[in-house]
């Protein structure tokens, strides 16, 4: 099955921008997801399909994906963004569901 | 309102067994394809399994042969019987619906914590 690559940790400072990638082989072909979760809380999706966002998630959230990674994107980022976020995909071959290994943004 | 409530979480010995329920209120889960995911201590989230809503399931290469996945339409609940349980098991399980288009998870429980350990 697929093996997603996410950087471990992103620190960022408040009102800037937070870019996390997820690598795979040939991930553009295929359709990613995004979740935050907070410490305590179960995940939940903040991009769906590459770039969709979910009601209720703040339009500062974005998402791309091409080629060999998938980008989401949290531009003027906020204390309560703090969080790990997860890339995760269904991979048609297997029939199965591969999450990213998650990255953890800090807001200094 | 879509609410998952998972049951059934516990400390097991290496070996045993247990069965994990999610109730689910605000949808019929026979009508949805519904999955576990878990997340052990300090890591990140694992896929486990699915039930589709024809009835179809499959399983994480590590716990397939252990685990068995299942749903109750009278009672509109999601279960996951674990078997032989080993150490490596031990995590948070949640319950999650998949969305309609069978992609990604759309609605998740708060999760049962499952700690296997002598």
């Known amino acids: 099955s697929s093996v997603l690559t996410q950087p471990p940790s992103v620190s960022v400072a408040p009102g800037k921008t937070a870019t996390i990638t997820c690598g795979g082989n040939?991930?553009?072909?295929?359709?990613v997801h995004w979740y935050q979760q907070k410490p305590g809380q179960a995940p939940v999706v903040v991009i769906y399909y590459d770039k969709d966002r979910p009601s209720g998630i703040p339009e500062r959230f974005s998402g791309s994906n091409s080629g060999n990674t998938a980008t989401l994107t949290i531009n003027r980022v906020e204390a309560g963004d703090e969080a790990d976020y997860y890339c995760?995909?269904?991979?048609?071959?297997?029939?199965?569901?591969?999450f990213g290994s998650g990255t953890k943004v800090t807001v200094l | 309102e879509v609410q998952l409530v998972e049951s059934g979480g516990g400390l097991i010995q290496p070996g045993g067994s247990l069965r994990l329920s999610c109730a689910a209120s605000?949808?019929?889960?026979?009508?949805?394809?519904m999955s576990w995911v878990r997340q052990a201590p300090g890591q990140g989230l694992e896929w486990v399994s699915v039930?589709?809503?024809?009835?179809?399931?499959n399983y994480a290469d590590s716990v397939r042969g252990r685990f068995t996945i299942s749903r109750d339409t009278f009672k509109n609940t999601l279960s996951l019987q674990m078997d032989s349980l080993r150490a490596e098991d031990t995590a948070v399980y949640y319950c999650?619906?998949?969305?309609?288009?069978?992609?990604?998870?759309?609605?998740w429980g708060q999760g049962t914590l499952v700690t296997v350990s002598s």
């Open positions: 999650a619906r998949v969305d309609y288009s069978n992609s990604f998870f759309d609605s």
């Open positions: 605000g949808f019929i889960v026979s009508t949805n394809y």
């Open positions: 040939n991930i553009g072909a295929k359709s």
């Open positions: 039930i589709k809503s024809g009835g179809g399931t």
């Open positions: 995760q995909v269904w991979e048609s071959s297997s029939d199965q569901y591969v």
